[in-house]
């Protein structure tokens, strides 16, 4: 797809109602720092549109972008933050619960792991919740350019191991800085959108 126009439509808070946005969603979920907003902003090619380098215990929310009046990119909050409390987690495990739950349009939830790392506890509790809401979650490998290209097969097996992927599950790893795997997630989500 070619971008024509972005904006930030729709930002819900904890008690917000989820809104019935009519079109296409496709969803993005990881760990906080992961790489979320940047490959976001990549996608629509915008540099800070997605907010970046999001600070422990500010507001959480879910943001609706939408790209050219024909889809969403949804943000959900980022997972893992040691210093938020155990409540406050708990509540936002609900609220991505219940969008991926009440969403109708929902084609598709990427979820992002570094490439560099193994899947924590959360990633993987979040793969499951994403598989038992009845979505097989696209992995993102972000921050490629991190790893050298020996590398990436070894690390992509880990992620694909260690978060048990099901047979067929897609992993596509990304880097924000040379747009490496851009053209791929678009042609994805193209596909998914059916555009
Ligand atoms: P978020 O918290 O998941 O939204 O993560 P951000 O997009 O804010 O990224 C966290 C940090 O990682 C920032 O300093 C980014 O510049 C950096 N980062 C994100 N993606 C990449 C990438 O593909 N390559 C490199 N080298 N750094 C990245």
Same mark, same amino acid.
């Given at each position: 797809?070619?971008?024509?126009?972005? $904006?930030?439509?729709?930002?819900?808070?904890?008690? $917000?109602?989820? %809104?019935?946005?009519?079109?296409?969603?496709?969803?993005?979920?990881?760990? $906080?720092?992961?790489?979320?907003?940047?490959?976001?902003?990549?996608?629509?090619?915008?540099? +800070?549109?997605?907010?970046? $380098?999001?600070? /422990? @215990?500010?507001?959480?929310?879910?943001?609706?972008?939408?790209?050219?009046?024909?889809?969403?990119?949804?943000?959900? %909050?980022?997972? @893992?933050? +040691?210093?938020?409390? =155990?409540?406050?987690?708990?509540?936002?495990?609900?609220?991505? =619960?219940?969008?991926?739950? !009440?969403?109708?349009?929902?084609? +598709?939830?990427?979820?992002?792991?570094?490439?560099?790392?193994?899947?924590?506890?959360?990633?993987?509790?979040?793969?499951?919740?994403?598989?038992?809401?009845?979505?097989?979650?696209?992995?993102?490998?972000?921050?490629?350019?991190?790893?050298?290209?020996?590398?990436?097969?070894?690390?992509?097996?880990?992620?694909?191991?260690?978060?048990?992927?099901? %047979?067929?599950?897609?992993?596509? /790893? *990304?880097?924000? =800085? !040379?747009?490496?795997?851009?053209?791929?997630?678009?042609?994805?989500?193209? =596909?998914?959108?059916? *555009?």
């Amino acid at each position: 797809m070619v971008i024509k126009n972005v $904006s930030l439509d729709i930002v819900c808070g904890i008690t $917000s109602k989820l %809104p019935d946005t009519g079109r296409s969603e496709i969803a993005f979920a990881g760990k $906080s720092n992961v790489g979320k907003s940047s490959l976001i902003n990549g996608l629509m090619n915008r540099k +800070a549109l997605a907010r970046t $380098s999001s600070q /422990p @215990g500010k507001t959480q929310t879910i943001n609706f972008y939408n790209v050219n009046d024909f889809m969403y990119l949804v943000d959900l %909050p980022g997972y @893992g933050y +040691a210093k938020v409390p =155990e409540t406050e987690k708990a509540k936002w495990g609900k609220m991505i =619960e219940r969008y991926l739950h !009440t969403s109708q349009t929902l084609k +598709a939830v990427f979820l992002l792991i570094d490439i560099r790392h193994e899947p924590s506890a959360n990633d993987k509790l979040m793969y499951d919740w994403i598989v038992n809401n009845g979505y097989n979650p696209i992995i993102i490998a972000t921050k490629l350019d991190k790893l050298k290209r020996s590398q990436v097969q070894k690390n992509v097996k880990a992620i694909k191991d260690g978060l048990k992927l099901r %047979p067929g599950s897609r992993i596509i /790893p *990304f880097s924000a =800085e !040379t747009k490496q795997g851009r053209d791929e997630i678009w042609a994805l989500m193209d =596909e998914l959108t059916g *555009f």
